[in-house]
């Protein structure tokens, strides 16, 4: 039974370090609006490093999603089959 807390404490882990990334890449967006709108130039290769934390987050989560036994989804699909 120990051996269940480690690898859930350690998936439950991954999940949240890729919430704060997406959370730093929400931050360094709302940064990206201010500066083009007080200095009218913005973060160059934001959209890239938004798209990176993006999908290091979907594979972060993945360990979670096989420990409990779920299913992933994208939603603007499944809902219309």
Known sequence: MQINKIVDFGTMALVWVGGFLVLGVMFLTIGDVV??????????????????????????????????????????????L
Request: avoid cysteine; charge should be negative; aromatic fraction near 20%.
């Open 35 to 80: 500066s083009r709108w007080v200095f009218a130039k913005g973060f160059i290769g934001l959209v890239d490093v938004t798209q990176f934390a993006v999908v290091g987050f979907a594979y972060l989560a993945l360990p979670r999603v096989f420990w409990m036994d779920a299913n992933v989804a994208i939603e603007l699909y499944d809902d219309r």
